[in-house]
């Protein structure tokens, strides 16, 4: 299998702890962005701070047309994948399902369940035995919020995130017998930027003592989760949903 991966949204956040410690476990990375490069390139060079290759490249995981010329750059300067972390993903701001907009949910299931899905059916399409692969993983991001339901805030993330622990168990079982293992993260209160961008910045604070640990998490150590479902420790681990909540 390829020691090469793809992180989607992977400039910032979960995604950027991500390219780091995978990067120091080995694996060279393409470092998926939507709109800041210049957060993306900085990732880039703390991979290859880590003595591995990095490519940065734009596209919207929500886009097919994007996604194509994605994963034809990185066939072009990588060669053969070996791991997708699909960890792009958006919130809205809160809002009561009775308030929101068709525009809203069609952004929400495009870029959070959609956006996934096009990027795994490429993967596999390389990394699958069935296709002349060799085999490879794929980690997606889901969220603690796919249990709770986020009534009054997120509903909407809350179900398109529940969409991908279903995507993962059935993906997972459908090329099991292909070389390629499919797990999910699901992150519960983690301290990122993701809750500013859905005008809640103050959410780590206010939320951290309903976790049972009584601490928000921190990107890296989902990021611990995602690495080691990567590696080869987990060769026995597939369609396998794994929180990393505090308990919550």
């Not at 003595?51 to 053969?80: H, I, N, P, S």
């Not at 993903?89 to 069609?106: C, K």
């Not at 919020?145 to 969409?163: C, F, M, N, T, W």
């Not at 992150?187 to 309903?210: C, F, N, W, Y």
Request: glycine share 10%; with cysteine.
């Amino acid at each position: 299998m390829s020691k090469t991966l793809l992180i989607t949204g992977g400039s910032r956040g979960i995604g950027a702890a991500a390219a780091l410690l995978a990067a120091q476990r080995g694996w060279d990375v393409a470092v998926n962005y939507t709109r800041d490069a210049a957060a993306a390139q900085r990732v880039a060079e703390q991979v290859r701070a880590a003595g591995r290759r990095a490519l940065v490249v734009q596209a919207d995981v929500a886009d097919e047309t994007q996604v194509l010329a994605m994963y034809a750059t990185v066939d072009k300067e990588f060669g053969a994948l070996g791991g997708l972390v699909n960890n792009a993903g958006v919130v809205d701001m809160p809002a009561r399902v009775d308030q929101m907009s068709l525009q809203r949910l069609m952004r929400m299931f495009a870029i959070n369940l959609t956006g996934s899905f096009l990027c795994a059916r490429e993967a596999v399409k390389r990394m699958s035995t069935r296709h002349g692969g060799t085999g490879g993983v794929i980690v997606n991001l889901s969220s603690a919020a796919a249990r709770l339901g986020s009534p009054g805030q997120y509903v909407d993330y809350a179900a398109a995130k529940a969409g991908i622990d279903t995507f993962t168990l059935g993906l997972a079982r459908e090329v099991a017998t292909e070389g390629i293992r499919v797990n999910a993260v699901r992150p519960g209160i983690i301290d990122t930027e993701i809750h500013a961008s859905g005008g809640l910045p103050d959410r780590v604070k206010q939320t951290a003592p309903m976790v049972p640990m009584q601490r928000a998490g921190s990107a890296e150590e989902v990021a611990q989760a995602i690495v080691w479902l990567l590696s080869d420790d987990s060769s026995y681990t597939t369609g396998a949903v794994i929180d990393v909540t505090g308990g919550r």
